[in-house]
């Protein structure tokens, strides 16, 4: 059986490297399905050193990454990267952005780690070990659903549902103390896990932008799952609805059910 903990060690260290193409700030900026979706050249770099370093640490594993539509599964182990997640903050020098690097065993995540090199956060959890950001024990908040911080997203590029979101967020944020847009999905569920902040919605999220900060936050003590309480899977795009705890899980989850009665235009990765 794999050693999580000390497998955790080298993908911290692998992904620490990686951040040093992201801060370099040498690269270029291309539209993928539209304007609002791009990729930048430190996207396609971070993602090719490391898929062949984490392939050389664990040879019989395989890959469900962002770019290039890679996405190789039919294996035990398989990791699931997203090389920048808020390649748009990062292409307007925006900090809040991450490398994201997750381990499934039989599509359970085992291992996660999110460095946002700016800032110098690295948030990493192996499975039964706790969580932790650049090594300290974290957990998540203790506030009260009205006293606590909402971190959420429109609809980017299915901007029909930007009157659903809308609908939920305003509905959150009358009973809540206030909201946020980092524009990281991996950032604010680390954000979560560490008591940063305490809610989270977002209607449509890739495995590769959650994998890895849903066991962080898990092990912090956080909930994070579908629509309708539906446990994640990680192989499709999905809803998602975080919180610090289960309390204010489902609370949060009732308002999302009363607008969003099923999961928007997913497919099988």
Known sequence: MLNYEKTLKSVSA??????????????????????????????????????????????????????????????????????????????????????????LYRRKPVIGAVYAPFLDFIFTAADGCGAKLNGKPIRTSDKAFDNSLFCTAMSLYKKEYAKVCNDIIFETYMQCNDFRRFGSCAVELCYLAAGKCDLYFEIRVFPWDYAAAYLILKEAGGVLKGLNGEELLFNKPTVLVGANNAENYKKLEEIVGKYLKSTPYYEEL
């Open 14 to 103: 692998l992904v620490r490297q990686a951040a040093k193409i992201v801060k370099s700030r040498d690269f270029t900026v291309e539209e993928k399905s539209t304007k609002d979706d791009i990729v930048t050249s430190a996207d396609i770099g971070v993602q090719t050193f490391l898929c062949d370093k984490l392939k050389k640490l664990l040879p019989e594993s395989g890959f469900l990454c962002e770019e290039k539509h890679l996405s190789d599964v039919n294996h035990d182990y398989v990791w699931v990267i997203d090389p920048i997640d808020g390649t748009t903050n990062f292409s307007r020098n925006i900090n809040e952005c991450a490398i994201s690097v997750a381990l």
